[in-house]
Protein backbone atom coordinates (compact mmCIF):
# COMPACT_ATOMS: atom_id res chain seq x y z
CA UNK A 1 0.00 0.00 0.00
CA UNK A 2 1.44 3.44 -0.89
CA UNK A 3 1.80 5.97 1.52
CA UNK A 4 -0.82 8.20 0.09
CA UNK A 5 -3.66 5.22 -0.13
CA UNK A 6 -2.27 4.69 3.64
CA UNK A 7 -2.70 8.20 4.13
CA UNK A 8 -6.39 8.16 2.85
CA UNK A 9 -7.48 4.86 4.49
CA UNK A 10 -6.12 6.88 7.38
CA UNK A 11 -7.33 10.18 7.22
CA UNK A 12 -9.95 11.09 10.09
CA UNK A 13 -7.89 9.29 13.11
CA UNK A 14 -6.81 11.08 16.12
CA UNK A 15 -3.98 9.37 17.84
CA UNK A 16 -4.11 10.85 21.86
CA UNK A 17 -3.89 9.30 25.27
CA UNK A 18 -5.94 6.95 26.40
CA UNK A 19 -9.09 7.23 29.33
CA UNK A 20 -10.48 5.81 31.61
CA UNK A 21 -13.53 5.29 29.28
CA UNK A 22 -11.14 3.83 26.88
CA UNK A 23 -10.39 1.12 28.79
CA UNK A 24 -13.34 -1.31 27.21
CA UNK A 25 -12.70 -1.22 23.79
CA UNK A 26 -8.74 -1.36 24.29
CA UNK A 27 -9.41 -5.02 26.41
CA UNK A 28 -11.77 -6.02 23.30
CA UNK A 29 -9.35 -5.41 20.70
CA UNK A 30 -6.59 -7.25 23.01
CA UNK A 31 -9.08 -10.13 23.04
CA UNK A 32 -9.57 -10.24 19.81
CA UNK A 33 -7.27 -12.72 18.41
CA UNK A 34 -6.05 -16.25 19.22
CA UNK A 35 -3.88 -15.33 21.74
CA UNK A 36 -5.62 -12.67 23.70
CA UNK A 37 -8.78 -14.90 23.78
CA UNK A 38 -6.75 -17.03 25.87
CA UNK A 39 -5.61 -14.77 28.32
CA UNK A 40 -7.89 -12.15 28.57
CA UNK A 41 -10.91 -12.03 30.85
CA UNK A 42 -13.18 -8.65 29.48
CA UNK A 43 -16.11 -9.50 31.54
CA UNK A 44 -14.04 -8.54 34.59
CA UNK A 45 -13.03 -5.38 34.31
CA UNK A 46 -11.71 -4.78 37.43
CA UNK A 47 -7.74 -5.98 36.61
CA UNK A 48 -8.10 -3.60 33.46
CA UNK A 49 -8.94 -0.41 35.38
CA UNK A 50 -5.90 -0.94 37.92
CA UNK A 51 -3.76 -1.39 35.24
CA UNK A 52 -4.80 1.82 33.43
CA UNK A 53 -4.57 3.63 36.31
CA UNK A 54 -1.21 2.57 37.09
CA UNK A 55 -0.18 3.41 33.84
CA UNK A 56 -1.70 6.54 33.99
CA UNK A 57 0.14 7.75 36.69
CA UNK A 58 3.29 6.64 35.37
CA UNK A 59 5.15 9.53 33.60
CA UNK A 60 7.31 7.17 31.40
CA UNK A 61 4.14 5.16 30.35
CA UNK A 62 1.35 5.90 28.07
CA UNK A 63 -1.20 4.10 26.90
CA UNK A 64 -2.21 5.20 23.37
CA UNK A 65 -5.55 4.67 21.34
CA UNK A 66 -6.05 5.74 17.53
CA UNK A 67 -9.51 6.96 17.29
CA UNK A 68 -12.33 7.88 14.52
CA UNK A 69 -15.38 9.15 14.68
CA UNK A 70 -14.95 8.35 18.77
CA UNK A 71 -14.24 4.82 18.48
CA UNK A 72 -11.09 3.47 20.05
CA UNK A 73 -9.76 1.54 16.77
CA UNK A 74 -5.94 0.65 17.91
CA UNK A 75 -4.24 1.00 21.00
CA UNK A 76 -0.85 0.51 21.56
CA UNK A 77 1.51 0.99 25.53
CA UNK A 78 4.74 3.31 25.37
CA UNK A 79 7.07 3.11 27.34
CA UNK A 80 10.31 5.36 28.24
CA UNK A 81 12.84 2.70 29.92
CA UNK A 82 16.10 5.04 31.50
CA UNK A 83 19.43 2.68 31.13
CA UNK A 84 23.16 2.88 32.04
CA UNK A 85 24.03 0.98 29.09
CA UNK A 86 24.64 2.70 25.85
CA UNK A 87 26.01 5.75 27.96
CA UNK A 88 22.76 6.04 30.05
CA UNK A 89 20.92 6.23 26.72
CA UNK A 90 16.55 6.18 26.96
CA UNK A 91 15.61 3.75 25.07
CA UNK A 92 11.11 3.31 24.03
CA UNK A 93 9.64 0.04 24.43
CA UNK A 94 6.15 -0.57 22.35
CA UNK A 95 3.57 -3.56 23.80
CA UNK A 96 0.05 -4.58 23.26
CA UNK A 97 -0.33 -2.90 19.37
CA UNK A 98 -3.95 -4.10 18.57
CA UNK A 99 -6.15 -2.72 15.20
CA UNK A 100 -9.47 -3.01 15.77
CA UNK A 101 -11.07 -6.14 13.44
CA UNK A 102 -12.79 -4.38 11.10
CA UNK A 103 -10.00 -1.94 10.24
CA UNK A 104 -7.14 -3.82 9.55
CA UNK A 105 -5.10 -3.61 6.61
CA UNK A 106 -5.96 -0.35 5.69
CA UNK A 107 -2.13 1.36 7.43
CA UNK A 108 -3.62 2.17 10.79
CA UNK A 109 -0.65 -0.08 12.29
CA UNK A 110 2.06 1.77 10.16
CA UNK A 111 -0.05 4.98 11.62
CA UNK A 112 0.68 4.30 15.16
CA UNK A 113 4.14 2.83 14.69
CA UNK A 114 4.86 6.01 12.95
CA UNK A 115 3.73 7.90 15.96
CA UNK A 116 5.45 5.88 18.36
CA UNK A 117 8.68 6.56 16.47
CA UNK A 118 7.94 10.06 16.35
CA UNK A 119 7.36 10.16 20.55
CA UNK A 120 10.64 8.09 20.46
CA UNK A 121 12.96 10.37 18.92
CA UNK A 122 10.86 13.64 20.50
CA UNK A 123 11.64 12.29 23.99
CA UNK A 124 15.45 11.86 23.16
CA UNK A 125 15.46 7.57 22.89
CA UNK A 126 17.97 5.66 21.16
CA UNK A 127 16.10 3.17 20.55
CA UNK A 128 12.30 1.80 20.01
CA UNK A 129 12.01 -1.35 20.85
CA UNK A 130 9.59 -4.05 21.23
CA UNK A 131 8.70 -8.19 21.72
CA UNK A 132 6.26 -10.07 19.14
CA UNK A 133 5.03 -13.00 20.33
CA UNK A 134 6.87 -16.33 17.76
CA UNK A 135 3.87 -17.50 16.16
CA UNK A 136 2.85 -13.90 14.76
CA UNK A 137 4.27 -13.92 11.40
CA UNK A 138 2.00 -11.83 9.66
CA UNK A 139 3.13 -9.05 12.70
CA UNK A 140 6.82 -9.97 11.93
CA UNK A 141 6.82 -9.07 8.16
CA UNK A 142 4.42 -6.04 9.54
CA UNK A 143 7.68 -4.80 11.53
CA UNK A 144 9.93 -5.54 9.02
CA UNK A 145 8.72 -3.69 6.44
CA UNK A 146 8.54 -0.60 9.10
CA UNK A 147 12.68 -1.36 9.56
CA UNK A 148 12.30 -3.11 12.72
CA UNK A 149 15.40 -5.41 12.53
CA UNK A 150 14.52 -8.67 14.54
CA UNK A 151 18.13 -8.16 16.47
CA UNK A 152 17.69 -10.21 19.23
CA UNK A 153 15.98 -13.56 20.83
CA UNK A 154 13.47 -12.95 23.93
CA UNK A 155 12.84 -14.78 26.85
CA UNK A 156 10.16 -14.95 28.90
CA UNK A 157 9.52 -16.26 32.24
CA UNK A 158 5.99 -16.95 33.74
CA UNK A 159 4.83 -16.69 36.91
Known sequence: MSDLTSDILTSGV????ATADDVPAIVAMLADDPLGARRETPEDPA???????????DPQQQL???VRDGRPIGTLQFTVIPGLS???SRRALVEAVRV???????????LLMRW????????????LQLTSDA???DAHR?????GFEASHLGFKYHL
Open 64 to 66: IVA
Open 135 to 137: TRL
Open 100 to 110: HADERGRGLGS
Open 86 to 88: HRG
Open 116 to 127: ALEEARRLDCML
Open 47 to 57: PYRAAFAAIDA
Open 142 to 146: FYERL
Open 14 to 17: EIRR
